[in-house]
C-alpha cells in the first residue's frame, strides 16, 4: 500500500541522513506559574494561605530531598518545624509499597492494562493508594508511562502499561485516580522517552552522557505525550521527569519538555520532581521547569546539592526569581490539598532501609538509633481484588479442541520452575533482583515485597487434591529425565516457563535491566519442546514481562494451549488455577503484539553507541508494535487486542452517529503575571546556619555558610526570569490540552453478543484510520468490558473525541482534523473487526 512504503521510506531517510542526530530541543522560558484551574481552584487556594506564611528556608527545604537514606522513605523533603510540618515522604511502586512489610503485591502494570477494565484499573491504584497512606506515604512513585514499550525488550516496560498510548493513557488516568481517592499524590513518570535502560544515565569513562531520545514533534504529540495528556486531565499531583535527554537537552532540565509540553500545553497544575539524581544543574533545573529535587543529593551520597543551600543562595542573589520558587512550593502543596492529605496524613511508620523494629532515623549517617519500624499491616482484604486481576489479565492466546477449561483431570503434571517457590522465599533476592522460582514481578525500584506467594504448585496441587487428580511435578528445568517421567501418560501436562526485566542497576543473567533476547529463561524454550515432544495435551502458561518468541509453541500439534499470565502479584497461583479450572473464564486481551521474530518490531533497544552523547533515534516515527506490523505488513503470531475466552461473541448493528460541537477554536489570550506569596526575607546572615546547630553529617539543609556568589554570569535563558503575563498557548489552556480537543464529535455504538454457552466478558475494541499517508493503519481509540450470559447481547458504545481524530500540526502547533476519509472499525482485536464505517 502506499501509505505504508511512504512511512518506511521516511523512515530510510532519516536513518540514510542520520537526521535525528544532534536535535536540538527548542527553548521555552518563563516556566508557566501555576493558575489554579482544571478542579485545582480550592487547593491551590488553600496551598497559598500556606506558602504565604513560610521564610525563604523553609519554602526551599519543601523543594529538596533532605539526601538518600536520610529520612524514612526512598524520598523525603525537609520538613517546617515551626508549623509542624513533618515533610513529604515519597515512595515506590507502582505495584505497591516498597521496601516495607505487611503490604500486598499487586499484578504489574502490564497485567491491569491486560485486563482492559477500567473499574479493574481503578480499583488496583484505590488499593494500592490506600496501603501507601496507611503506610504513611504522601506520594506515591507511580504509575508509568514512560516506557510506553517502544520495543519490547526494554527493561521496564512492565512497570507500565501497553506500547499503545490509549490503552496506556485510559490505565494511567484510572490509576491515578484510584490512588488519589485514597488520599495520596499519584506521580506519573518518567517524563519522557526513557524507552530504555542501557545508558539511561551516564556511565563514565564509557560514555559521560545519558542517551539522548530524538524525536519530531509530530511523535512526541501523537504518541509518547499522549498518555501523560491523559494523566493531566485525571488530575495527577505530581510528575516525575527521567533521566535520558530529549533532543539532547536532558529531561530534568528541558525547558521544551517541562516548560512547553507539560505545564504550557498540557496546562499540568501540580508538581515535576526529578528521578533520583537525574537532576544535574541548579538554576537552570529550576528555570526549566523542575519543582521538587531527588534524592537532594547530586548524587549517591555525595553530601552536596544542586538545591537546598544553593537554591537558597540563588533566589537571594536574584538568579532565581521569587515567583520561580513560590511557584515550586505551591504547586507542591497544592498536590498535598488536592488529594486531602491535610485529612489523611498520618505519621510514616516503616523504615526502607531496613524491616527490623529499630534502625536509624538517619541511615546513611548511622545518627539517631530508635524505634523506625510500627509494621503496620495494610494489607485490607486486597488479597481477592489481586486474585481477581490476575484471573482477568491472563490471556488465553491458543485453545485447541477446548483442551481448556480442565475438568477433574485424572492426572496432571505440572513442571518447571516457573510454577514453584523460591526455595530462599519470594522475597529472597533484593528487589527481586535474581529469576528463582515463580515469576510475578519484575527487578528493580517498580517492585513491592511479597507478603507470600501463592505459587501455581501450591494452588495446582490443592486443586488436584479437591478433585482427587493424580499429581506430580517438576522444579527442575534442565532435568528431562524426571520431566519425561512426570509428564508420561499424564492427562495433561502444564509447563511453566518466564522471561524476567527490570531496572537496568542490576544486572541479572547478563541482562542488564533490558532484555538480551526475546526467548524463555531457564531453559524454558527446551523445557516446552521437551515437554511437547511426549505429552499430546501440553498446556503452557508464560510468565514474562512482554512478548516473547512463540511462533513454534503456537504451532506445535501437541501443545493445546497458550496462556499469558504476566506478572500476577501474590496470588499468582490461585488467579492461574481459577482460570485453568474454568473458574474465571479468560477476559484478558494482550496489551502488546507478540512478533515472529525480533527483527518483525522493527525497533530495538540499543545496547551501545558509537558516539557519545548517545543518539538514540526515534526513526520509526509513530510505527511501533502494531502500528508497524500493520504498516510493513508483517503477520504477527499474535496480534495486537487478541485473546480468547471459553465462549465465543459476534458484533453487529454498527451506528454511527455525528455531534455537532462546533468549530475547534485555538486558545488566546494572555495569562495573569506570576503571583507571589508571602515576602523574602533578603538578609543573608539570616539564612545561615542558626548558632550552634547541630548537623547530620551529609543531610541536605537549606542554610547557606558564609558569603553567597554575586557577580554572576547573566546569560540565562531569554525570558527565564520574566514573571509578565504570557500568551496562552492554542493547543493549550486546559487539563490535557484545549479543552475543545475532548468534544464528542461523534458516537458510535454496536451489539455485542455472546453466542456461546457460558458466561464471558468480550472487549470490545474500537479502532479509527485517520485516512492519510503517514497515518497508522489503523489505532486504538476505546474499548469496554461486556459481561455477557450466553445468548446476551449488550450495546458497546464510544464517543469518539476531536483529539481521536486528529494529528499534530507542527507548524500551527496545534491539532487539526485532516482532510483525509475516516473509517471506525470495532472488534475483538486488532486483527479481526468485523464493523467498519466512514466517519462522514
Ligand atoms: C529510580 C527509578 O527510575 C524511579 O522509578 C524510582 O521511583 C526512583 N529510582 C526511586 O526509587
Known amino acids: 500500500m502506499l501509505w505504508s512504503s511512504i512511512a518506511s521510506f521516511a523512515a530510510l531517510t532519516a536513518v540514510v541522513n542520520g537526521q535525528y542526530d544532534g536535535e536540538t530541543s527548542p527553548p521555552s522560558y518563563p516556566s508557566p506559574w501555576m493558575r489554579g484551574g482544571n478542579g485545582w481552584a480550592d487547593a491551590y487556594q488553600k496551598a497559598q494561605a500556606f506558602v504565604s506564611q513560610l521564610t525563604l528556608l523553609e519554602k526551599v527545604n519543601l523543594t529538596t530531598g533532605v539526601g538518600w537514606e536520610e529520612g524514612p522513605c526512598v524520598g523525603n523533603t525537609g520538613s517546617i518545624p515551626r508549623l509542624n510540618f513533618p515533610g513529604l515522604c515519597l515512595q515506590d511502586s507502582p505495584l505497591g509499597v516498597r521496601d516495607t512489610d505487611l503490604n500486598s503485591a499487586f499484578p504489574a502494570g502490564v497485567n491491569a492494562a491486560a485486563t482492559w477494565s477500567t473499574r479493574l484499573m481503578k480499583s488496583r491504584g484505590n488499593a494500592m493508594g490506600s496501603e501507601h497512606r496507611d503506610k504513611g506515604v504522601d506520594v506515591q512513585l507511580g504509575p508509568v508511562a514512560g516506557p510506553l514499550g517502544r520495543s519490547p525488550e526494554g527493561g521496564r516496560n512492565w512497570e507500565g502499561f501497553s506500547p499503545d498510548p490509549v490503552l496506556t493513557g485510559v490505565a494511567i488516568g484510572q490509576t491515578i485516580q484510584g490512588i488519589q481517592d485514597a488520599g495520596v499524590i499519584a506521580c506519573a513518570k518518567h517524563f519522557i522517552m526513557n524507552e530504555q535502560e542501557h545508558v539511561r544515565s551516564a556511565t563514565p569513562p564509557e560514555y559521560e552522557f545519558s542517551y539522548s531520545s530524538n524525536l519530531d514533534d509530530k511523535t512526541m504529540h501523537e504518541l509518547y505525550l499522549w498518555p501523560f495528556a491523559d494523566a493531566v486531565r485525571a488530575g495527577a ?46 538554576v537552570a533545573s529550576a528555570l526549566a521547569g523542575l519543582d521538587m529535587t531527588m534524592a537532594g543529593d547530586q548524587g549517591l551520597n555525595s553530601g552536596d546539592t544542586y538545591w537546598g543551600s544553593n537554591l537558597t543562595a540563588a533566589v537571594l542573589n536574584g538568579t532565581i526569581p521569587q515567583w520561580r520558587l513560590d511557584d515550586m512550593v505551591v504547586r507542591i502543596m497544592s498536590a498535598y490539598y488536592k488529594v486531602g492529605r491535610d485529612k489523611t496524613s498520618v505519621p510514616v511508620n516503616f523504615n526502607s532501609w531496613t524491616l527490623e523494629t529499630d534502625g536509624y532515623r538517619f541511615p546513611e549517617s548511622n545518627e539517631d538509633f530508635t524505634q523506625v519500624n510500627w509494621h503496620v499491616n495494610v494489607q485490607d482484604d486486597h488479597a481477592a481484588l489481586i486474585r481477581e486481576i490476575g484471573g482477568a489479565s491472563t490471556v488465553l492466546l491458543k485453545n485447541v479442541n477446548k483442551a481448556l477449561p480442565l475438568n477433574k483431570p485424572k492426572s496432571i503434571a505440572v513442571i518447571g520452575e516457573d510454577a514453584h517457590d523460591n526455595p530462599g522465599g519470594p522475597n529472597a533476592c533484593g528487589d527481586r533482583g535474581c529469576d528463582i522460582g515463580t515469576l510475578a514481578m519484575g527487578w528493580g525500584s517498580g517492585t513491592a515485597n511479597f507478603p507470600y506467594l501463592i505459587s501455581p504448585n501450591t494452588a495446582l496441587k490443592a486443586q488436584a487434591a479437591d478433585d482427587k487428580s493424580q499429581y506430580v511435578n517438576v522444579s527442575n528445568n534442565y532435568d528431562f529425565d524426571a520431566v519425561t517421567k512426570a509428564v508420561t501418560g499424564a492427562e495433561v501436562a502444564i509447563v511453566f516457563a518466564n522471561a524476567d526485566s527490570g531496572e537496568g542497576y542490576l544486572t541479572i543473567d547478563g541482562n542488564e535491566g533490558d532484555r538480551n533476547n526475546l526467548t524463555l529463561w531457564q531453559n524454558g524454550d527446551a523445557l516446552i519442546a521437551h515437554v511437547a515432544s511426549i505429552n499430546p495435551n501440553t498446556i503452557v502458561v508464560l510468565h514474562t514481562v512482554g512478548a516473547v518468541i512463540v511462533e513454534a509453541i503456537k504451532n506445535h500439534p501437541n501443545i493445546t494451549a497458550i496462556l499469558w499470565a504476566g506478572l500476577p502479584g501474590q496470588e499468582s497461583g490461585n488467579a492461574i488455577t ?29 545496547y551501545t553507541f558509537p558516539s557519545d552523547p548517545p543518539q538514540l533515534n526515534f526513526v520509526e516515527g509513530v510505527f511501533i508494535d502494531y502500528r508497524h506490523f500493520d504498516a510493513a505488513g508483517i503477520e504477527p503470531s499474535y496480534e495486537f487486542g487478541f485473546g480468547l475466552s471459553y465462549t465465543t461473541f459476534s458484533y453487529s448493528n454498527l451506528k454511527i452517529t455525528k455531534n455537532n460541537p462546533g468549530p475547534y477554536e485555538p486558545t488566546t489570550g494572555m495569562t495573569s503575571p506570576a503571583p507571589t506569596f508571602g515576602t523574602i526575607d533578603y538578609n543573608p546572615a539570616h539564612a545561615e546556619f542558626p548558632p550552634g546547630f547541630s548537623a547530620v553529617p551529609r543531610y541536605v539543609y537549606p542554610y547557606i555558610s558564609g558569603p ?81 450470559d450466553p445468548g446476551e447481547s449488550e450495546t458497546f458504545t464510544y464517543e469518539i473525541t476531536r483529539r481521536d481524530i486528529s494529528n499534530w500540526d507542527t507548524v500551527s502547533q496545534n491539532w487539526v482534523v485532516s482532510a483525509y476519509p475516516k473509517t471506525v472499525y470495532v472488534g475483538g482485536s486488532s486483527r479481526d473487526l468485523p464493523l467498519s464505517g466512514a466517519l462522514g
Open 237 to 282: 499531583g505530581a510528575i516525575m521527569c527521567s533521566y535520558n535527554q530529549v533532543n539532547n537537552s536532558y529531561a530534568s532540565q528541558n525547558s521544551w519538555t517541562l516548560n512547553y509540553l507539560l505545564k504550557n500545553e498540557l496546562d499540568f497544575q501540580g508538581f515535576v520532581t526529578s528521578d533520583w539524581w537525574a537532576q544535574l544543574t541548579g
Open 578 to 606: 481459577d482460570v485453568l479450572y474454568g473458574k474465571v473464564n479468560p477476559q484478558a486481551k494482550t496489551p502488546f503484539t507478540w512478533g515472529k521474530a525480533r527483527e518483525d518490531w522493527g525497533t530495538d533497544v540499543m
Open 708 to 788: 553567597i556568589p554575586t557577580n554572576l554570569p547573566q546569560n540565562w535563558p531569554a525570558h527565564s526570569q520574566d514573571g509578565s503575563p504570557q500568551p496562552k498557548l492554542a493547543a493549550g489552556g486546559s487539563g490535557g490540552g484545549n479543552r475543545q480537543l475532548y468534544d464528542t464529535m461523534y458516537t458510535v455504538s454496536a451489539t455485542v453478543t455472546n453466542t456461546g454457552n457460558v458466561k464471558g466478558t468480550e472487549i470490545a475494541q474500537l479502532y479509527i484510520s485517520l485516512g492519510g499517508p503517514t497515518d497508522p493503519k489503523i489505532q486504538l481509540r476505546g474499548f469496554d468490558d461486556l459481561i455477557l
